[in-house]
Protein backbone atom coordinates (compact mmCIF):
# COMPACT_ATOMS: atom_id res chain seq x y z
CA UNK A 1 0.00 0.00 0.00
CA UNK A 2 1.71 3.09 -0.93
CA UNK A 3 -1.20 5.46 -0.80
CA UNK A 4 -2.96 5.68 -3.92
CA UNK A 5 -3.86 1.87 -4.50
CA UNK A 6 -6.24 1.52 -1.42
CA UNK A 7 -8.76 -1.21 -3.22
CA UNK A 8 -5.75 -3.04 -5.03
CA UNK A 9 -4.33 -3.49 -1.86
CA UNK A 10 -7.44 -4.07 0.14
CA UNK A 11 -8.42 -6.83 -2.30
CA UNK A 12 -5.25 -8.58 -2.79
CA UNK A 13 -4.78 -8.90 1.03
CA UNK A 14 -8.26 -10.09 0.75
CA UNK A 15 -7.12 -12.54 -1.38
CA UNK A 16 -3.94 -13.97 0.51
CA UNK A 17 -5.70 -14.24 3.75
CA UNK A 18 -8.43 -16.31 2.19
CA UNK A 19 -6.08 -17.97 0.96
CA UNK A 20 -3.96 -19.16 3.67
CA UNK A 21 -7.18 -19.14 5.92
CA UNK A 22 -6.31 -16.59 7.66
CA UNK A 23 -9.25 -14.51 6.87
CA UNK A 24 -11.27 -15.47 10.37
CA UNK A 25 -10.53 -12.23 12.29
CA UNK A 26 -11.94 -9.96 9.56
CA UNK A 27 -14.85 -12.53 8.83
CA UNK A 28 -16.15 -12.85 12.61
CA UNK A 29 -16.36 -10.66 15.22
CA UNK A 30 -14.25 -10.33 18.24
CA UNK A 31 -15.03 -13.63 20.38
CA UNK A 32 -15.88 -13.52 24.18
CA UNK A 33 -13.19 -14.01 26.82
CA UNK A 34 -11.87 -17.23 27.96
CA UNK A 35 -13.31 -18.33 30.97
CA UNK A 36 -13.13 -21.44 33.62
CA UNK A 37 -16.18 -22.22 32.60
CA UNK A 38 -15.65 -22.33 28.73
CA UNK A 39 -15.85 -25.06 26.87
CA UNK A 40 -13.25 -26.98 24.57
CA UNK A 41 -15.12 -25.58 21.68
CA UNK A 42 -15.12 -22.30 22.85
CA UNK A 43 -11.43 -22.44 23.23
CA UNK A 44 -10.36 -23.89 20.59
CA UNK A 45 -12.39 -20.53 18.35
CA UNK A 46 -11.30 -18.16 20.17
CA UNK A 47 -7.50 -19.43 19.92
CA UNK A 48 -8.43 -19.90 16.17
CA UNK A 49 -9.69 -16.69 15.88
CA UNK A 50 -6.51 -15.18 17.86
CA UNK A 51 -4.18 -16.83 15.70
CA UNK A 52 -5.68 -15.82 12.92
CA UNK A 53 -5.99 -12.18 14.00
CA UNK A 54 -2.55 -11.96 15.02
CA UNK A 55 -1.25 -13.09 11.58
CA UNK A 56 -3.85 -11.00 9.27
CA UNK A 57 -2.29 -7.53 11.10
CA UNK A 58 1.47 -9.20 10.93
CA UNK A 59 0.42 -9.33 6.74
CA UNK A 60 -1.21 -6.41 6.75
CA UNK A 61 0.99 -3.94 8.49
CA UNK A 62 4.14 -5.41 6.68
CA UNK A 63 2.32 -4.77 3.32
CA UNK A 64 2.37 -0.98 4.52
CA UNK A 65 4.67 1.72 3.85
CA UNK A 66 6.44 2.74 6.91
CA UNK A 67 4.87 6.90 6.45
CA UNK A 68 1.11 5.43 5.52
CA UNK A 69 1.38 3.12 8.92
CA UNK A 70 2.21 6.01 10.80
CA UNK A 71 -1.00 8.02 10.18
CA UNK A 72 -3.44 4.72 10.71
CA UNK A 73 -4.28 4.29 14.21
CA UNK A 74 -2.93 1.25 15.42
CA UNK A 75 -5.15 -1.69 16.67
CA UNK A 76 -5.24 -5.34 17.95
CA UNK A 77 -7.96 -6.34 16.30
CA UNK A 78 -7.57 -7.12 12.63
CA UNK A 79 -10.85 -5.74 11.70
CA UNK A 80 -10.85 -2.59 13.05
CA UNK A 81 -7.67 -1.66 11.98
CA UNK A 82 -8.67 -2.66 8.45
CA UNK A 83 -11.80 -0.23 9.13
CA UNK A 84 -10.16 2.37 9.90
CA UNK A 85 -7.37 2.10 7.38
CA UNK A 86 -10.73 2.22 4.84
CA UNK A 87 -12.15 5.27 6.52
CA UNK A 88 -8.61 6.80 6.20
CA UNK A 89 -8.23 6.20 2.30
CA UNK A 90 -12.29 6.74 1.39
CA UNK A 91 -11.72 10.60 1.65
CA UNK A 92 -8.76 10.60 -0.40
CA UNK A 93 -9.64 8.12 -2.88
CA UNK A 94 -12.86 10.71 -3.29
CA UNK A 95 -10.18 13.65 -4.00
CA UNK A 96 -8.13 11.23 -5.99
CA UNK A 97 -11.41 10.52 -8.18
CA UNK A 98 -11.86 14.18 -8.46
CA UNK A 99 -8.10 14.71 -9.85
CA UNK A 100 -8.44 12.06 -12.25
CA UNK A 101 -12.24 13.62 -13.88
CA UNK A 102 -10.37 16.87 -14.12
CA UNK A 103 -7.19 15.79 -15.86
CA UNK A 104 -9.80 13.66 -18.13
CA UNK A 105 -11.90 16.81 -18.72
CA UNK A 106 -9.29 19.55 -19.69
CA UNK A 107 -6.82 16.57 -21.66
CA UNK A 108 -6.75 17.76 -25.21
CA UNK A 109 -5.42 15.73 -28.07
CA UNK A 110 -2.13 17.53 -28.73
CA UNK A 111 -1.44 16.73 -32.63
CA UNK A 112 2.31 15.22 -32.23
CA UNK A 113 1.38 11.86 -30.56
CA UNK A 114 -0.67 9.49 -32.34
CA UNK A 115 -4.94 9.29 -31.87
CA UNK A 116 -4.50 5.54 -30.60
CA UNK A 117 -2.02 7.03 -27.73
CA UNK A 118 -4.13 9.48 -26.56
CA UNK A 119 -7.33 7.06 -26.40
CA UNK A 120 -5.20 4.76 -24.59
CA UNK A 121 -4.45 7.30 -21.96
CA UNK A 122 -8.36 8.76 -21.72
CA UNK A 123 -9.23 4.70 -21.00
CA UNK A 124 -6.79 4.48 -18.83
CA UNK A 125 -7.90 7.37 -16.88
CA UNK A 126 -11.40 6.37 -17.21
CA UNK A 127 -10.39 2.71 -15.44
CA UNK A 128 -8.64 4.43 -12.92
CA UNK A 129 -11.63 6.58 -12.24
CA UNK A 130 -14.18 3.58 -12.18
Known amino acids: LNGTNFLTWK ?12 DHALRIDTPAAITAKSTTKQRAAHEKWEHSN ?3 LMIMKSSISVVIRG ?3 DSNDAKTYLASMEEQFNGSSKAHASTLIMKML ?13 IMMMNEIASKVK
Open 54 to 56: CIS
Open 11 to 22: EQIGIVLGVMDL
Open 106 to 118: TTRYDGTSGVRQH
Open 71 to 73: AIP
